[in-house]
């Protein structure tokens, strides 16, 4: 299994960016997929979240309304587009995968891997926001 983000750059303030998360060795409609960042002296945050088997998608309240994350299967893709970027946004951007049961409570297992516990880390990506 392997997860690989690309994407990150410096931008000013108000800008925007897209990070792409690459993965393989599994089948995404096994999984979901999320981005976490850590900032510098902060810990890390999970910022979104996308389900494989029925695309549902989770933001925390940070980013609701500013950031989209969408996946292209066939590509084995997970994007994340950020808009009107605030210094506050600036850290490392993890994607990590969690294996899911469609059968099971969606809410929970969203809750679960977005407080960090995924089955699969990729190295990250630096985004930085210059103010």
């Known amino acids: 299994v392997q997860l690989v983000e690309s994407g990150g750059a410096l931008v000013p303030a108000g800008g925007s960016l897209r990070l792409s998360c690459i993965f393989s060795g599994f089948r995404f409609a096994d999984y979901a997929i999320g981005w976490f960042r850590q900032g510098p002296g902060k810990g890390r945050e999970g910022v979104s979240c996308i389900v494989g088997h029925n695309d549902a998608t989770w933001y925390s309240n940070s980013v609701k309304g500013r950031f989209t994350i969408s996946s292209d299967s066939a590509k084995n893709l997970v994007y994340l587009e950020m808009k009107n970027l605030l210094p506050a946004d600036a850290g490392v951007y993890t994607c990590?995968?969690?294996?899911?049961?469609?059968?099971?409570?969606?809410?929970?297992?969203?809750?679960?891997?977005?407080?960090?516990?995924?089955?699969?880390w990729g190295k990250g990506t630096q985004v930085t926001v210059s103010s």
């Open positions: 990590a995968a969690i294996r899911f049961n469609k059968y099971g409570s969606q809410e929970a297992q969203i809750g679960l891997g977005m407080s960090g516990f995924m089955d699969h």
